[in-house]
Nanobody
């Protein structure tokens, strides 16, 4: 079965930086779009960023200019670099493998278990 394992979460001060990693296994990694979702208690799940198999990226408005998604196909790993972190970025961050369509829709097919990011003084 497909496995996605996130790492790199933790506690960081506002304005700080953090880099999340997601290692994929048992998947034809380079054929998939990869995405990051986040969910905070009591809030809707939010798509943070997507990177397609061709390397095109899209970032949610709330993180644009602060977060950057990237991938290393040789390592079967997708990353989320986060900077200028705000308390409202606090959430569980989930890695996904899925499909991107010509209308820019992203559909996740597989989910990781998530990693907690807490932004607080």
């Amino acid at each position: 079965q497909v496995q996605l394992v996130e790492s790199g979460g933790g506690l960081v001060q506002p304005g700080g930086s953090l880099k999340l990693s997601c290692a994929a296994s048992r998947i034809r990694f380079s054929f998939y779009s990869m995405g990051w979702y986040r969910q905070a208690p009591g809030k809707q799940r939010e798509l943070v960023a997507v990177i397609t198999s061709s390397g095109s990226t899209k970032h949610g408005d709330s993180v644009k200019g602060r977060f950057t998604i990237s991938r290393d196909n040789a390592k079967n790993t997708v990353y989320l670099e986060m900077s200028s972190l705000k308390p409202e970025d606090t959430a569980v961050y989930y890695c996904n493998a899925g499909r991107s369509f010509s209308d820019s829709t992203y559909v996740p097919d597989y989910w990781g278990q998530g990693t907690q990011v807490t932004v607080s003084s």
